[in-house]
């Protein structure tokens, strides 16, 4: 059994009532590689931000669960010896699908986890959901639960359509199970191709696909139902265009990939939402240095070569997340 202060991690309750409180949002940023966790510390702590460390499933079958955790402890010394007095870093499962999986990684110094009962039916997930945070409480760790359905499709998520989180449920769901934030469906996806083609209006000038708006009239009226409750934004990832030109421009081909405006997710972020998940736009900041460093330097095959450019392309990114989107820097001394 390890316990997650142990490891100098905090769990989300005290960083969660501030960013609400504060009209900010914290970042949650997925990783599986060295190299991520290094650009998510470096942008954190450069930024002054607290910061949500998270793992999917399939991150701990890639990476294996017991370094990721060894990584998360790591980091914290990291941010430490880069200049950080007090981090504030999250370890938080992303998507955990049985109340083993969350239990496990509770008992192996997770801070926070998520359980995802969103696919199962209403009576189902509350169960779940009220299982896992029983045993969570118990431990100092928090729970996010899931009400409502995004679509797109990931290793260990899938769905085909997204059905929007009924307001009307919220209140009975967040009472019931005691969760201590809410993932909620308001019109993201996970991954790169947010939308379909067809559900896109076409910029004139540049020919982009230009996304239908987030409903923020459902975002309201849960805000209304659950005041100053937590909510997160899971498949909020921009897809920005520049990386994904550079991408298609050095052999990639990611045609017509679409993510979320920023001006949105700047907006969501002044509002009750105070988790924003983005793990896509790591993956393609990664991908478009790498194969720009291939296509431009053939002979070389030493990693480190084309892993530092792709690492300092993530920090960037993260950077620019949290100053210009989330607004939680300064936010961590
Ligand atoms: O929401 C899913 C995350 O992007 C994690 O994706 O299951 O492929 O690691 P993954
Ligand atoms: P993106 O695919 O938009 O980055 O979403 C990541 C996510 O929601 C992780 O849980
Ligand atoms: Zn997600």
């Given at each position: 059994m390890v316990n997650y202060k142990d490891l100098g991690l905090v769990n989300t309750k005290e960083m969660f009532a501030k960013a609400v409180k504060g009209g900010y949002a914290i970042p949650a940023f997925n990783f599986n590689?060295?190299?991520q966790m290094q650009?998510?510390?470096q942008a954190?702590?450069?930024t002054k931000s607290p910061v949500i460390m998270q793992v999917s499933k399939g991150a701990r079958n890639y990476a294996n669960g017991t370094i990721l955790r060894y990584m998360a402890?790591?980091?914290v010394e990291y941010a430490k010896e880069l200049g950080m007095a007090n981090p504030q870093i999250v370890l938080h499962l992303d998507h955990g699908d049985t109340f083993e999986l969350c239990k496990d990684c509770i008992d192996n110094g997770f801070s926070s986890v998520m359980i995802d009962g969103s696919s199962k039916p209403y009576e189902e997930n509350i169960a779940l959901t009220k299982q896992v945070?029983?045993?969570?409480?118990?431990?100092?760790v928090t729970v996010e639960a899931e009400l409502g359905v995004l679509a797109g499709v990931e290793d260990e998520v899938q769905a085909e359509e997204s059905h929007y989180t009924k307001p009307e449920e919220v209140i009975d769901f967040a009472t019931r199970t005691g969760c201590d934030s809410l993932a909620i469906s308001i019109g993201t996806s996970h991954g790169a191709y947010k939308f379909k083609p067809e559900q896109c209006t076409r910029d004139p000038k540049t020919g982009k696909l230009v996304p239908p708006p987030l409903a923020f009239d459902v975002l309201h009226a849960i805000e209304k139902k659950l005041p100053g409750f937590p909510i997160v934004l899971h498949g909020s990832s921009s897809v920005p265009q520049d990386e994904v030109d550079t991408i298609n421009a050095h052999g990639g081909k990611l045609p017509d990939a679409?993510?979320?405006p920023e001006e949105q997710l700047r907006e969501a972020s002044k509002s009750a939402v105070c988790k924003i998940n983005i793990?896509?736009?790591?993956?393609l900041a990664m991908t478009a240095a790498i194969r720009k460093y291939f296509d431009e330097?053939?002979?070389h095959f030493d990693p480190r070569q084309y892993l530092k450019p792709a690492r300092e392309n993530m920090k960037k990114m993260y950077i620019h997340k949290i100053v210009n989107v989330l607004g939680s820097d300064g936010k961590a001394e």
């Open positions: 590689t060295m190299e650009a998510i510390i954190a702590v450069e402890q790591g980091a945070v029983e045993y969570a409480h118990a431990h100092g679409v993510g979320i793990d896509s736009d790591s993956r330097n053939p002979s």
